[in-house]
């Protein structure tokens, strides 16, 4: 009976600590929308690194999720520039510092007339979404470039669908 309780008593022990390391360095979240299509997708159930912008900025390509305060919701969206880059948006083609990305990610043409010019101010990055058509992003006055210091984490990992489990890219 004694061998038993403590048998118990470490396997609540263990969950307690497994639990609390990972609500520590990871934070489940839900994809609502389809900014981020094709690469996620809405109800898409993703693992945030929480951890990783305490020790590094955010870097081109990272898929981050920042907190949007006027709505009090998360955002999802890609770093496209980070301070002090040039970003420019010209019939849908997107250049960082006069280089035109290759962007294999984005959902079909960006048909919007949104052409700009910006350098991104210091400690902030600018982030896009992957449609480009149904996406409020840095390119809008409510939004534009993103502080630094409101973003949660990097998207790293999806854990649903199951047909779509593993790191997002």
């Keep these: 009976m004694k061998k038993e309780i403590i048998e118990w008593a470490k396997t609540i022990i263990i969950s307690l600590l ?22 996620l997708d809405t109800y898409d159930l993703l693992l945030i690194n929480k951890l990783l912008y305490k020790v590094q900025d955010p870097a081109y390509g990272d898929v981050v999720v920042f907190e949007f305060e006027p709505e009090r919701k998360n955002m999802i969206k890609r ?14 083609i997107v250049s960082v510092n006069g280089t035109e990305l290759e962007e294999g990610y984005i959902y079909g043409t960006d048909t919007s007339s949104r052409d700009l010019k910006i350098v991104v101010p210091k400690g902030k990055v600018f982030v896009l979404g992957d449609n480009r058509n149904d996406s409020r992003d840095s390119r809008s006055k409510e939004i534009g470039p993103v502080d630094k210091d409101i973003i949660i984490g990097k998207a790293y990992f999806r854990l649903f669908p199951f047909p779509k489990i593993g790191r997002i890219e």
């Design 18 to 39: 497994a639990a609390l390391l990972i609500t520590t360095f990871a934070l489940p979240t839900i994809v609502y929308g389809t900014s981020m299509a094709p690469t």
């Design 79 to 92: 770093v496209i520039g980070i301070e002090g880059d040039t970003v420019e948006i010209n019939n849908g």
